[in-house]
């Protein structure tokens, strides 16, 4: 029966070519300030453009009535692993705004775009001292785009010493899953190393697997697992006597800004996620924007363009370069600058002080949850983690039969935005529940969550289909997915 | 005066919040928490500058973005792969609400159907602009979206030769071959635009349109010849150019890529964009498909929504087997694109367009009548033309900006003395004179 309720969600979910009404326009048109030309011929013209007609005021209802569909940071605690969502300071967007950083054209003459040139060579001195490298390129656009140039450069490296037979890269199984599809996109073959019990990388393991065609070995550090790897020194020193290159994923530097410097420890390339670390939004799946930062013996490979900075009478001067052994562009122009005002704002208004307080505030406020939900759920790790935390759903699960997606999806009840689920993999951590609170958040809201984690612990027990069927409050109950992949429908259609 | 706290305003926690903490948790100071890390290497100094106050952080990037020549206060004629357009209003208004700003990637689809009916809308305007029959939620930027098709393409005819006109621009080419590097067998072949010598084991065949140079051609006959060998016509499209000229679903392009920055995005120095892979609707085509995709269906009580589908062949799931490396893409963008294109709309689109071909067909009929000036290619551009100059153009644009103009891309590298000139909808007649003044000034003092 169609109650008013339903009857108005659905207009709300009404798509905007069934909004569309013939002759209403949703912008205004410019005048024609110069003389008609001919049009050319109408074998290339198109006599048919199907696009919505709307007007601009019901654009804008319409986005906005979607909008109490969305959880996000500005209005949700949003615990989810491995991606840090902090605060995203409006400052930034405001910076990245600015009309002479906004509208400046990617092809314009050095001379007319030193400001957004300087900009972005400090932004690349700042990540390479953050994280000690030699050096940094930031054209980028996410962490796995850095991965795959850093993966890249090891080729290149390992090819330019005439070393053509190192085609293999170990990548441990807790790692996400860009490191394996990198490496391959790279021309790599992959390697899945286990993890020990303690979370370590398994040593015995690392030694069967190394060669003399090993090309790198791709370390998440913290890794997935929100733990630093006690046996760090010792791997690697083993890929090092191996002739590799050592990788290192910093999807996770929010643990360790001012905390130690992987560069220092014998990383050769390390990528950083300005998204995750560095306050970039992360827009409901994008724009990101990543940093690949090497050691000196992968320094000619960098992409390109690279910028450099040179100094005489005149003053100082930034350009584009091409390092001599570049890997090549990854994309047309100089990465997401937008992303890079944004990073550059934050790392500014922090300062050295600020920047080393980040990770460890952040590593307090995941160690505090561990110790609270200690006993309420398994914790396959009892020991300090950095950034986040896993735990398992496990016993609920074998006691009664709700899973960490149950748990998950019961959370949302309570505004709260479900922590990252099933990753690790399964074979790495059952029923993971992996939670990063990040460093904005106050005592007050991870004593929300605790308390909110250990009701629904408690009603697992007590009446698990409150679990089974969460989430409640939602505009829509759990989706069909197997549904939606078995019937594929991915566009509107005139039906 | 009052000592200011070292919390920073971002984060929350006092001391005495890091106490009650630490003391929960059981160590005597956060440093222990920190243990796991070897010893000689804790804690190093960071050598980057001391914080700013707001106040301080506004006037330093004003100054930063002072130093550079900003479009609107110059004219601007540069285009190849990054133009400039009128953006309504609405676009920053809708995209920077928090609830689409700051929210993440849509793995939770009962809290992000917000972020998904707009994506699905972008699939879906790409897909109506087109005329193609399914499109991804966006790729990183229109090169990387014809990097990845040229792939896809050789996955599904099961070919190593990836085959790109010579006109394709020059930067895509090369992200094409930094994406393939690494692949042995994959082979890159460069040929005459015309397409009168494909390799018979080509995969694909990549054309732009209108080509680097502006400039379109009729691709049905081109379409054919590629299908006839068993490839696939990967077409590079100009999205803007859609207003007024035929979709290529309209003559058989297999896969279509583009770059949506013209849709309602600033040109910000070369980013973030969005790139568009749309292709045809088939499972041999689907199952190739890189990046994300929304897919409608329902819930438990019978209605619509939204969730992200096809997910095994995505990194997180299929990890080295997966399609394409990509994550997290550009979410955002393709949510600003198509606001863009909402409000543009049907006649919107066709407008734009329009103003863009006149505007550009009177810059170029203003520089033929310059002495020493002459457009080297004939046929029909839509937007952007190349000109022969009198003097090299780096020259010529060094000299533009004591007129305050930004002139055009060098391309003296194909063209003696060549540069490609790009009007868009922002470009004044008043701009486009002052151009051709310039330019005449510039022509007459150059012997
Ligand atoms: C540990 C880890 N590595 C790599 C990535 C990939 O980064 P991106 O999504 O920016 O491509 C992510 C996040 O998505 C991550 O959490």
Redo the contacts with the bound molecule.
């Keep these: 029966m169609t109650t008013p309720e339903r009857w108005l969600e659905k207009h709300n979910r009404k798509l905007l070519m069934d909004r569309s009404a013939p002759g209403r326009i949703g912008a205004s048109h410019a005048r024609l300030d110069v003389p008609e030309s001919e049009l050319p011929d109408a074998a290339l013209l198109r006599d048919n453009l199907d696009m919505p007609e709307v007007s601009e005021s019901e654009i804008v209802r319409y986005f906005s009535q979607l909008s109490h569909y969305n959880f996000s940071i500005d209005h949700n605690f949003y615990p989810l692993g491995?991606?840090t969502m902090k605060y995203n300071p409006k400052i930034n967007d405001e910076m990245a705004a600015l009309p002479g950083l906004s509208e400046i054209h990617p092809f314009q003459p050095e001379e007319t775009v030193q400001g957004a040139l300087k900009l972005i060579w400090h932004i690349q001195e700042i990540l390479a001292e953050v994280v000690g490298m030699a050096g940094a390129s930031v054209s980028p656009k996410?962490?796995?785009?850095s991965?795959f140039a850093g993966m890249l450069m090891a080729r290149a490296y390992h090819l330019s010493r005439g070393d053509d037979k190192r085609k293999k890269v170990l990548i441990p199984d807790s790692?996400?899953g860009?490191?394996p599809a990198s490496a391959v996109v790279a021309g790599f073959h992959v390697v899945s190393l286990p993890t020990n019990e303690q979370g370590n990388t398994d040593l015995a393991a690392l030694e069967a697997a190394i060669g003399d065609d090993l090309a790198g070995f791709m370390l998440?550090q913290p890794s997935?697992l929100g733990i630093f790897d006690t046996n760090l020194s010792e791997v690697i020193q083993i890929v090092r006597d191996a002739g590799g290159i050592l990788y290192g994923?910093g999807?996770?530097l929010n643990a360790l800004l001012g905390k130690v410097k992987l560069g220092e420890l014998g990383f050769d390339v390390v990528h950083s996620?300005l998204?995750?670390t560095f306050t970039q939004p992360h827009g409901g799946g994008g724009p990101?924007a990543?940093a690949v930062l090497v050691s000196e013996r992968l320094l000619p490979y960098l992409p390109e363009p690279h910028v450099t900075r040179a100094e005489d009478e005149d003053g100082e001067r930034f350009s584009l370069t091409t390092p001599p052994q570049s890997i090549g562009r990854l994309g047309p122009f100089q990465g997401n600058f937008g992303a890079l005002v944004r990073a550059y704002a934050y790392i500014r208004t922090l300062g050295d002080v600020g920047v080393s307080q980040i990770s460890e505030d952040a590593v307090i406020n995941a160690n505090y949850i561990l110790s609270q939900l200690r006993g309420t759920f398994d914790l396959p790790q009892d020991r300090h983690c950095k950034h986040e935390v896993v735990f398992s759903a496990k016993n609920l699960k074998d006691n009664f039969g709700v899973s960490g997606k149950d748990v998950c999806k019961r959370l949302i009840d309570s505004g709260i935005h479900p922590p990252t689920m099933y990753f690790p993999l399964p074979d790495v951590v059952e029923e993971s529940l992996l939670i990063e609170p990040t460093e904005t958040e106050s005592k007050e809201t991870l004593d929300q969550f605790i308390e909110v984690m250990k009701l629904i612990a408690k009603e697992a027990e007590e009446d698990p289909d409150l679990l089974l069927n969460a989430p409640h409050n939602t505009p829509n109950t759990r989706l069909d997915e197997a549904l939606a992949a078995r019937r594929p429908v991915l566009r509107w259609s005139r039906d | 005066m009052h000592d200011t706290t070292a919390t920073s305003h971002y984060s929350p926690n006092t001391d005495s919040d890091r106490e009650a903490m630490l003391a929960a948790i059981g160590v005597e100071s956060a440093a222990n928490l920190f243990d796991d890390i070897p010893q000689d290497y804790r804690f190093p100094a960071l050598d980057i500058p001391a914080p700013l106050s707001e106040f301080e952080l506004r006037q330093e990037l004003g100054d930063l973005a002072a130093l550079n020549a900003t479009p609107g206060d110059y004219a601007c004629f540069l285009g190849a792969g990054s133009y400039r357009h009128h953006v309504p209003a609405i676009v920053r208004a809708l995209a920077f609400r928090g609830e689409f700003l700051t929210s993440y990637t849509p793995y939770q689809p009962e809290v992000s159907q917000r972020t998904l009916q707009a994506h699905y809308e972008f699939q879906t305007l790409i897909c109506q602009l087109t005329g193609m029959e399914v499109a991804n939620a966006g790729m990183y930027d229109g090169a990387t979206s014809l990097a990845e098709a040229a792939m896809m393409a050789a996955r599904i005819t099961k070919r190593n030769r990836i085959v790109l006109a010579e006109t394709v621009s020059p930067a895509y080419q090369s992200v094409v071959h930094t994406y393939t590097q690494g692949h042995d067998n994959l082979q890159v072949d460069v040929i005459a635009a015309d397409g009168s010598d494909i390799p018979e084991d080509a995969a694909c065949v990549v054309v732009q349109q209108p080509n680097f140079f502006g400039y379109l051609n009729d691709l049905e006959e081109m379409a054919s010849r590629v299908h006839e060998l068993g490839a696939l016509l990967i077409v590079s499209v100009d999205l803007a150019s859609l207003g007024m000229f035929r979709a290529p679903g309209s003559y058989d392009a297999d896969i279509v890529v583009a770059e949506a920055q013209t849709l309602g995005v600033s040109p910000s120095y070369g980013g973030p964009y969005v790139g568009v892979l749309a292709c045809r609707g088939g499972r041999d085509f689907l199952r190739q498909l890189p990046g994300r995709i929304v897919g409608e269906t329902v819930d438990t009580e019978g209605r619509t929504g939204y969730v992200l589908t096809l997910q095994t062949r995505e990194q997180h799931i299929r990890r080295e087997r997966a399609t394409s490396n990509?994550?997290?893409s550009v979410g955002l963008i393709a949510l600003m694109s198509a606001v863009y294109m909402a409000a543009q709309g049907k006649q919107g689109l066709r407008h734009t367009a329009e103003l863009c071909y006149h505007k550009a067909h009177y810059l170029a009929s203003l520089i033929e009548d310059i002495p020493g000036y002459s457009l080297p290619l004939q046929g029909t551009f839509f937007r952007e033309f190349v000109v022969q100059c009198p003097l090299p153009p780096s020259e010529v644009n060094r000299r533009l900006l004591d007129y305050k103009v930004i002139g055009g891309l060098d391309v003296s590298d194909r063209f003696e003395n060549g540069m490609l000139l790009c009007c868009t909808d922002v470009n004044t007649r008043g701009e486009i004179e002052a151009l051709a003044s310039a330019l005449a000034e510039i022509g007459a003092n150059a012997s």
Aim: proline residues 0%; charged residues 15%.
């Design positions: 491995s991606c996410a962490g796995a785009e991965e790692a996400h860009t490191n998440t997935t994923d999807a996770n996620n998204h995750k990101g990543g | 990509i994550c997290t």
